[in-house]
């Protein structure tokens, strides 16, 4: 089985300021794992994702997250956040024995104050 | 090129009630999922399909069904409506397997049921 769990379900920063996002992972094979991005009455838009190549991942919008399987973790940062940044954002899993089928994590809102 | 749209947007539906949320994508993209997602919570997968013709149950299944008659086409029907059901439903496309391809998501269909 696999899961996903998001550390923080909120999350408050300044603009400019570093962002931080903590997602931790269970899973017993290697697994895919992405960052999804929801803003306010929209679908989901994918962020980056490790597929286990290079284990830190670049994304869009100046995002990026480090796969440390030792720590089974897949924290994602930025190094300055904008207004635009303020969100909610899901940590996922999936791996080929559960058929590739996605397993979310239950989002972390992101608050972020002039 | 539209991606992947849904309709209704908004839908107040009464106990026993039924409806079909619509789905279409223009990627001709293989594969589709329906996701429901409740509040403060991640996403969970209804149904989902590898093919037309081709569908199978995810995570929670019940008290739904769906059909895949078409690449572009996978509506989503609601017998006999629950409160239960009130969620927000997500359909999303993806060219291959989850695991190694992006998900592209629809805006959602906001479902009320009273």
């Known amino acids: 089985a696999q899961s996903v769990t998001q550390l923080d379900s909120h999350v408050s920063v300044s603009e400019g300021t570093p962002v931080l996002l903590r997602c931790n992972y269970s899973?017993?094979?290697?697994?895919?794992l992405f960052w999804y991005v929801q803003h306010p009455n929209k679908g989901l838009q994918l962020l980056l994702k490790?597929?286990?190549?290079?284990?830190l991942v670049k994304g869009i919008n100046g995002f990026e997250a480090e796969f440390k399987k030792s720590e089974t973790s897949f924290h994602l940062t930025k190094p300055s956040a904008h207004m635009s940044d303020a969100a909610e954002y899901f940590c996922?899993?999936?791996?080929?024995?559960?058929?590739?089928?996605?397993?979310f994590g239950g989002g972390t809102r992101v608050l972020v104050k002039p | 090129n539209a991606g992947v749209t849904q309709t209704p947007k908004f839908r107040i539906l009464k106990i026993g009630q039924s409806m079909t949320l619509q789905c279409t994508q223009d990627?001709?993209?293989?594969?589709m999922y329906w996701y429901r997602q409740d509040p403060g919570m991640g996403l969970k997968l209804i149904y989902y399909?590898?093919?037309?013709?081709?569908?199978d149950k995810g995570e929670v299944p019940n008290g739904y069904n769906v059909s895949r008659s078409t690449t572009e086409d996978f509506p989503l029907r609601l017998e006999l409506a629950a409160p239960s059901q009130t969620s927000v439903y997500f359909c999303?496309?993806?060219?291959?397997?989850?695991?190694?391809?992006?998900?592209?998501f629809g805006p959602g269909t906001r479902l009320t049921v009273l």
């Open positions: 996922v899993v999936t791996i080929k024995a559960a058929g590739n089928k996605l397993t």
């Open positions: 899973s017993s094979y290697s697994p895919s």
């Open positions: 490790y597929t286990s190549a290079a284990t």
């Open positions: 990627m001709n993209h293989n594969y």
């Open positions: 399909s590898v093919g037309a013709g081709i569908t």
């Open positions: 999303a496309s993806a060219p291959g397997l989850a695991g190694y391809n992006e998900q592209f």
